[in-house]
């Protein structure tokens, strides 16, 4: 039910997009129904991320807002009658709609790891070999594959320090161990796979090039804490470790 991120290439190695996109996300919730030019929706991103001009604007994305936005699997855009690009969130499909998936991508190289996720608000990520979850927190990422588990490394982190000497040692130990395990994963000394289960069907990659698709597992139910990220590993779960 997501299209695929294939004719514009998001580059999320850089803070600069994660911004964009969180101020593009709060500038189309403000006014969910409505259709935004895309010119105006331009230039007051430009103007409220700091940017001198659009040019330099347009250089953050490495193309033109409009190819953006097209590469954008959450939002819609059409011409309107004045001939203009418009644009705003898609509705989710109601939940007797849904198409629930599976989605496998076996990580060889440093290079899939700069692939882009769009994972939807119900969508988990499960890595088998470590027997490592982080679950759906109801909020859309899109994010380099790199950076979900940077966040995932820095959120435990958070956890672990705002415990302070509330956690059992052993406990905060089997946490920093799991640490260590996501860290090693950057440098992919070895493969591993990355699956997302999506109940939704909303997710996608930026590039489905090897991506298994399956239906989603019937046992596996979704549940969306309020306002928190579970990660699940072999020795337990971790409970509201909030996303960044």
Not at 60 to 74: I, N, S, V, W, Y
Not at 107 to 120: A, M, Q, Y
Request: glycine letters at 6%; proline letters at 4%.
């Amino acid at each position: 039910m997501g299209r695929p991120i294939s004719q514009f290439k998001v580059d999320m190695s850089h803070q600069e997009m994660e911004r964009i996109l969180e101020e593009l996300q709060q500038l189309c919730e403000q006014t969910p129904d409505v259709w935004i030019a895309a010119e105006a929706g331009a230039r007051w991103l430009c103007h409220d991320q700091g940017y001198e001009d659009m040019a330099e604007f347009e250089d953050a994305l490495h193309g033109t807002f409009e190819d953006f936005l097209q590469a954008m699997p959450h939002i819609e855009t059409k011409i309107d009658e004045k001939n203009r690009l418009v644009f705003r969130i898609k509705r989710d499909p109601p939940r007797d709609q849904w198409q629930g998936k599976k989605m496998s991508l076996r990580i060889t190289d440093g290079s899939d790891l700069w692939r882009v996720l769009s994972k939807s608000q119900y969508a988990t990520v499960e890595i088998p070999e470590m027997e490592f979850e982080i679950s759906a927190d109801g909020k859309r990422k899109i994010d380099s594959l790199y950076n979900h588990i940077c966040a995932a490394v820095w959120n435990l982190g958070q956890h672990v320090n705002s415990s302070g000497a509330g956690m059992v040692e052993d406990h905060k130990e089997k946490i920093m161990d799991c640490v260590s395990q996501l860290q090693s994963l950057l440098d992919v000394d070895k493969p591993f796979t990355w699956v997302v289960h999506d109940p939704s069907g909303l997710s996608t990659f930026s590039d489905m090039t090897n991506v298994e698709e399956a239906p989603m597992d019937r046992e596996r139910e979704w549940t969306c804490p309020e306002g928190a990220e579970v990660v699940v590993n072999r020795e337990g779960v971790v409970q509201n470790v909030s996303a960044q």
